[in-house]
């Protein structure tokens, strides 16, 4: 059985909806001022619409990140160096990463929402465990490298959302020093794996 094409309208309200809750969440002081009321109105639809839709705000948020990450995503799933998968790791990890903070920095207050709402565990998350499965399959195609499971969590806890607005937000501190601290950090975690083995 196929899977049911969306409505015409309803493609334009789900366009409408994340034009202007990324306009929300850009300009916001924090993510949980953005309510479903605010992005109903920003958008030109009914409460009602983004609940059908999305169920809560927390799938809005996800629906939205998902859809802003769809490019990264891709590339790494399948696209060229360095982030497809033909990339050799030592390359590939370091990429990843840069990737991951470079989406969050434009992606900040988004992000913020994301992974730092709900109450449930960010670890768990689907948008998570994608990303650790991938740091952790390119780290353990690294010869003699022990545990790419720590490690892919350790890596990512350097660009958590949270981090990341502090760095970026509190600190100012700019997204060409962040993303060089990142790969020095990277680099120092990868040669003494390589090191070791």
């Known amino acids: 059985m196929s899977e049911r094409k969306p ?3 309803a493609a334009r309200n789900r ?14 002081e924090s993510p949980d001022a953005v309510t479903m009321a605010d992005i109903a109105a920003a958008a030109g ?12 705000r927390a799938g809005l948020i996800r629906a939205l990140y998902e859809a802003r990450l769809a490019p990264v995503r891709s590339a790494a799933d399948e696209g060229p160096p360095p982030l497809g998968p033909a990339t050799p790791p ?3 990890v370091p990429a990843l990463l840069d990737a991951l903070l470079c989406f969050k920095l434009d992606n900040r207050h988004l992000a913020l ?4 709402g709900s109450g449930a565990s960010p670890y768990r998350a689907e948008h998570y465990e994608w990303w650790h ?5 390119a780290l353990e195609e690294i010869p003699g490298f022990a545990d790419g499971d720590f490690t892919a969590h350790a890596l990512l806890a350097a660009v958590r959302a949270d981090l990341v607005e502090h760095l970026a937000g509190q600190e100012r501190t700019s997204r060409e ?6 790969a020095a950090f990277t680099a120092g975690v990868l040669g003494s794996a390589a090191a070791r083995s």
Do not use: P, S
Not at 15 to 28: G, H, K, M, N, S
Not at 46 to 54: C, P
Not at 133 to 137: D, E, I, S, T, V
Not at 177 to 182: E, N, S, T, W
């Open 7 to 9: 409505r015409k309208d």
């Open 15 to 28: 366009v409408a909806v994340f034009a202007a809750a990324d306009e929300l969440f850009a300009r916001c």
């Open 45 to 56: 639809v009914g409460k009602a619409t983004l609940f059908r839709a999305f169920g809560d």
């Open 90 to 92: 030592l390359l590939r």
């Open 113 to 116: 929402a994301l992974e730092g």
């Open 133 to 137: 499965g991938l740091l952790r399959g």
């Open 177 to 182: 020093q962040l993303r060089a601290q990142l």
